[in-house]
T-cell receptor, first 114, second 113 residues
Framework: DSGVTQTPKHLITATGQRVTLRCSPR?????VYWYQQSLDQGLQFLIH???????AKGNILERFSAQQFPDLHSELNLSSLELGDSALYFC?????????????FGPGTRLLVL | AQSVTQLDSQVPVFEEAPVELRCNYS??????LFWYVQYPNQGLQLLLK??????LVKGINGFEAEFNKSQTSFHLRKPSVHISDTAEYFC???????????FGKGTRLSVIA
């Protein structure tokens, strides 16, 4: 158990819908990262937050947005969902968000868009 | 931009045999290197990482990796595998001044009894 929690574990929805994925980092960690794992693209970095502020953006679509709240939990919002958005979405956390720090991964949210 | 190539998508190996999972990276600047393991239906867990210093890095569960700057490689090894090592293994890199991890496509290790 990494100490990072993600809800829900599974999500099934239809095209065009909007969903919210939630992540609680390990106690004491200030940084949260979101990654997407799909069969064709592999594991891809989406976005990084540190203490409520966006630090870095990766291959995140404009239909996707995220935020980190004052209690440090984070939410990833996916809207206008397409079939291709079906994937495993991971959240990871680290202490300070510094290069070289270990990122601890949650168990993921499996999203299926029908 | 940096990239990571894991040369084998699948590696079958008999129990108690040695294994090497290959990873090459491309970057023109200093990098940090990581190996993560993903067991079925679970998140990723760090096996080991190289930041600086000794090029031979020892990790959890008996795994080790060697950083080779001239070959731009960071191969993962274990002298004797167990059934419980069956999993997907990911090599990742991040620039020393940046934190997002760039992952390889993964290598599925299957240990056969």
């Amino acid at each position: 158990d990494s100490g990072v929690t993600q809800t829900p574990k599974h999500l099934i929805t239809a095209t065009g819908q909007r969903v919210t994925l939630r992540c609680s980092p390990r106690s004491g960690d200030l940084s949260v990262y979101w990654y997407q794992q799909s069969l064709d693209q592999g594991l891809q970095f989406l976005i990084h937050y540190y203490n409520g502020e966006e630090r870095a953006k990766g291959n995140i679509l404009e239909r996707f947005s995220a935020q980190q709240f004052p209690d440090l939990h984070s939410e990833l919002n996916l809207s206008s969902l397409e079939l291709g958005d079906s994937a495993l979405y991971f959240c990871a956390s680290s202490v300070q968000g510094l290069a070289g720090e270990t990122q601890y991964f949650g168990p993921g949210t499996r999203l299926l868009v029908l | 931009a940096q990239s990571v190539t894991q040369l084998d998508s699948q590696v079958p190996v008999f129990e108690e045999a040695p294994v090497e999972l290959r990873c090459n990276y491309s970057s023109s600047v200093s990098v940090y290197l990581f190996w993560y393991v993903q067991y079925p239906n679970q998140g990723l867990q760090l096996l080991l990482k190289y930041l600086s210093g000794s090029t031979l890095v020892k990790g959890i569960n008996g795994f080790e990796a060697e950083f080779n700057k001239s070959q731009t490689s960071f191969h993962l090894r274990k002298p004797s595998v167990h059934i419980s090592d069956t999993a997907e293994y990911f090599c990742a890199v991040s620039l020393s001044g940046n934190t997002p991890l760039v992952f390889g496509k993964g290598t599925r290790l299957s240990v056969i009894a």
